[in-house]
């Protein structure tokens, strides 16, 4: 594992430039009313600006540019290069595409051929998953299956963040978790690029989350949660996927297994019922244990020692030392939460 001052720097310019930025969102979007109403299905009860995703893009690009100036990104191949500049405009353009709908409102079926367009070219652009490596078989190319396969990937962790988006501080919590998971997997596989670009992405949700948790002042909006899960996606495909472990191609989905899951038992309950898989409801998994009993705070804590979870069983697959220790420590952060959080219902 090798942790140089540039992760640092990348996480700590990112953190502050978001602290810095969200203040100036919010007098603007206050001015032009881009703002999220409250209504029937949302939490909140006066308008809150919607567009912090501004500042989640804006800081993650100064960060890394601040590192692309001090030469935090030399002696890397063509390859490499143009991988970083593959997710970094992707990841742009699926923020594009997001602030469009929260701006204009973009009916679903035109926002996801556009999230397919997008990541179709990102797939011929060179970011692919080409490979997969089985127990007992070893590595196994796709061959015309990449396309698709990375297609599905890259738009559907985008849209499982944004369905996640539902509560204040739960998809930039659960997705700063994946993001230090992700790193720390990157450190000790020896992918120390993409362990930067995470890194950014880490600051700038720790950064964006002091305004966003319970009681939220600003939300994120579309074209945040659709930069955040791009990068996510992105990330993981240059840096988990492509390494050399046996697990490789499992680590995202099971750090991301909170959100995927629940992205995934939503549209078959919505099929289930003959709904349309866009439609709104209330089946998400912050929904149920909200009408459990659950208060706010208490539902987005025990997601998080969930999502915690899930990546702390990442880190054990992906054969870091002392990882059973942390699947252990993990284990009795979601129980000791879950117990809290029984006894104060039963009260």
């Known amino acids: 594992m ?41 939490m909140h009860h006066r308008p809150i600006v919607r567009t912090g995703g501004v500042a989640i893009c804006v800081g993650t690009f100064c960060s890394l540019i601040t590192i692309w100036i001090l030469q935090g990104f030399s002696n890397l191949s063509i390859a490499e290069t143009t991988e970083i500049w593959v997710v970094l405009g992707g990841s742009f353009s699926f923020f594009v595409i997001g602030l469009a709908d929260d701006l204009l409102g973009l009916a679903p079926i035109t926002r996801l051929v556009m999230q397919v367009g997008v990541a179709s070219y990102v797939w011929w652009a060179g970011v692919q998953i080409e490979f997969v490596t089985v127990p007992t078989l070893g590595i196994v190319q796709l061959g015309w299956l990449s396309l698709p396969l990375t297609v599905i990937w890259l738009t559907g962790v985008v849209n499982a963040i944004n369905w996640m988006d539902g509560l204040d501080g739960l998809a930039s919590g659960v997705s700063g978790i994946a993001a ?42 579309d074209g945040g949660s659709y930069f955040i899960g791009f990068m996510v996606a992105g990330v993981s495909v240059i840096g988990l996927v492509k390494s050399a472990i046996a697990t490789a191609v499992l680590l995202p989905f099971v750090i991301l297994a909170v959100p995927i899951l629940d992205m995934s038992a939503v549209i078959l309950t919505r099929l289930w019922h003959r709904r349309s898989p866009f439609t709104a409801d209330n089946r998400h998994l912050h929904h149920r244990l909200l009408q459990a009993g659950l208060s706010h705070r208490s539902t987005v804590y025990v997601i998080y020692a969930l ?15 002392n990882s059973l220790a942390i699947v252990a420590s993990a284990t009795g952060l979601l129980g000791c939460t879950t117990w809290r959080v029984w006894q104060s219902i039963k009260v």
């Open 2 to 42: 090798f942790l140089s001052w540039y992760h640092l720097l990348a996480f700590s310019i990112a953190g502050l430039a978001v602290l810095r930025i969200v203040p100036v969102v919010q007098s603007v979007a206050l001015k032009q009313g881009w703002v999220d109403r409250p209504d029937a299905r949302k």
């Open 307 to 321: 999502a915690w979870w899930t990546g702390s069983f990442a880190m054990a697959f992906a054969g870091i030392p």
């Open 180 to 221: 230090i998971t992700i790193f720390v997997i990157c450190l000790f596989t020896n992918q120390p690029v993409a362990a930067v670009l995470i890194a950014a992405l880490a600051g700038s949700l720790l950064g964006f989350l002091y305004y966003n948790f319970n009681p939220a002042q600003i939300f994120m909006g």
